[in-house]
């Protein structure tokens, strides 16, 4: 495997369910994200952790839950969720360090929904 | 306010011919960074290109080239030679400060290509 990649890459769920996103990445990278892209909205950055420290949480519901054990794995536990919520989850992942130019790589995504 | 403006929703191209995608940005930090995206109908976002608010001269990656303009806060993308594949949405995204990982990337709406066999 290289690059990062997401599993599941499609999920329906009910909202009483609870599911969990996997991202893994295979670059060596110390920072990760996710993302939530709605249709005909902007990507939202929703959380990120450098070093498997989180630091930063854009206001995100409870509902998603973020867990990050290694800095190679990225979880995102979903519970009690809503068809709003029915979105396309990316990952990605970059390398804390001088280089300005060094940027994000992104999954392939999980597409979401919820009914 | 929206920090990064793409205007052009979708847009058809002439394959073979150079297609500009717009990109605006707003930002009162003098260090920056503009990423251009890729983003294909199976989802992946492809990274294309890199301006920084110091570099002097226009990016170009391949058949990717940056319009850089500085004093308009305007950061167009050129695809010279449009080809099949390159029908995709492609986003604009700034990131304020020069460091690499844990500052946020912003993004913008996103322009969508068709190239025209």
């Known amino acids: 495997e290289t690059g990062v990649t997401q599993t599941p890459r499609h999920l329906v769920m009910g909202m009483t369910n609870k599911k969990s996103l996997k991202c893994e990445q295979h670059?060596?990278?110390?920072?990760m994200y996710w993302y939530k892209q709605s249709a005909k909205k902007p990507l939202e950055l929703m959380f990120v952790?450098?070093?498997?420290?989180?630091?930063e949480n854009n206001s995100v519901p409870s509902r998603f839950s973020p867990e990050c054990p290694n800095s190679s794995h990225l979880f995102l536990h979903l519970h009690t969720l809503q068809p709003e919520d029915s979105a396309l989850y990316l990952c990605?992942?970059?390398?804390?360090?001088?280089?300005?130019?060094?940027?994000?790589?992104f999954g392939p995504g999980t597409r979401l929904l919820v009914l | 306010a929206q920090k990064i403006t793409q205007t052009q929703p979708g847009m058809f191209v002439q394959e073979k011919e150079a297609v500009t995608l717009d990109c605006t940005y707003d930002?009162?930090?003098?260090?920056?960074?503009l990423f251009w995206y890729k983003q294909p109908s199976s989802g992946e976002m492809i990274f294309l290109i890199y301006?920084?608010?110091?570099?002097?001269q226009n990016a170009t990656e391949g058949r990717y080239s940056l319009n850089f303009q500085k004093a308009r806060k305007s950061a167009n993308l050129v695809i010279s030679a449009s080809q099949l594949g390159d029908s995709a949405m492609y986003f604009c995204?700034?990131?304020?400060?020069?460091?690499?990982?844990?500052?946020?990337?912003?993004f913008g709406g996103g322009t969508r290509v068709l190239v025209k066999p």
């Open positions: 995204a700034m990131r304020e400060g020069l460091r690499a990982a844990g500052n946020k990337l912003t």
């Open positions: 930002t009162s930090d003098p260090s920056y960074g």
């Open positions: 670059l060596g990278h110390n920072a």
């Open positions: 952790y450098n070093f498997k420290e989180q630091t």
């Open positions: 990605a992942s970059s390398q804390e360090g001088p280089d300005p130019q060094e940027t994000q790589y």
């Open positions: 301006q920084g608010s110091y570099d002097q």
